[in-house]
């Protein structure tokens, strides 16, 4: 019992933890947790690139509709559905995979989920693209007529965009050689 309190050890931190205690480098530590939480072989990844690509176009694309009178046209409800919610669930699902949450929920087939999410939101976009392009007119709400001319074109593109994520997520697909069945069983 004589040499008890020679064999304890009462550090409760890192040093590194200590000098953020003391206000030193709070700053530092909390960059590098998040540097050490981000995927960042993802974002230098074509599929992340064009994730980007479509979460920037996406977001012009439905501040143009949004910038004009949309509400009288019909077809630009649609356009705007289609426009924000693909936004927002895109966003959504480019941060889940940059700070690896897919990671953490192993029985979902996620290359599976995002080759047919991708394939939607191509399929969505181009109606939304066809919707928006045959509704311009240049004579009816002349004021309007730059933003909903801008807005099919950029429609355009980001449906590219969507199709080109749509094929790189198709070739993962196909290139991881199996399937949810096999995915999800514990060997």
Do not use: C
């Not at 064999?7 to 530590?29: D, I, M, P, Y």
């Not at 050490?36 to 980007?52: E, R």
């Not at 807005?151 to 593109?157: L, P, S, W, Y």
């Amino acid at each position: 019992m004589a040499d008890f309190p020679s064999k304890v050890n009462t550090e409760t931190s890192s040093h590194q933890a200590q000098g953020s205690q003391q206000g030193g480098n709070s700053l530092r530590g909390l960059a590098a947790d998040v540097t050490a939480m981000v995927d960042m072989s993802f974002l230098q990844s074509i599929p992340a690139i064009l994730m980007i690509a479509e979460i920037v176009l996406g977001l012009l694309h439905w501040a143009l509709i949004a910038g004009a009178y949309y509400t009288a046209v019909p077809a630009y409800g649609w356009v705007m559905f289609v426009a924000v919610t693909l936004w927002i669930l895109t966003t959504i699902l480019f941060f889940m995979i940059l700070f690896g949450t897919l990671r953490k929920l192993p029985s979902v087939p996620w290359t599976l989920t995002v080759m047919v999410y991708n394939g939607a939101a191509t399929i969505l976009y181009l109606t939304a693209f066809l919707a928006n392009a045959a509704s311009v007119h240049p004579y009816q709400f002349t004021y309007y007529y730059g933003h909903m001319a801008a807005a099919a074109f950029f429609g355009a593109v980001v449906t590219v965009v969507y199709s080109a994520s749509a094929v790189f997520s198709y070739l993962n697909w196909k290139g991881e050689g199996e399937n949810a069945a096999t995915s999800t069983v514990p060997t």
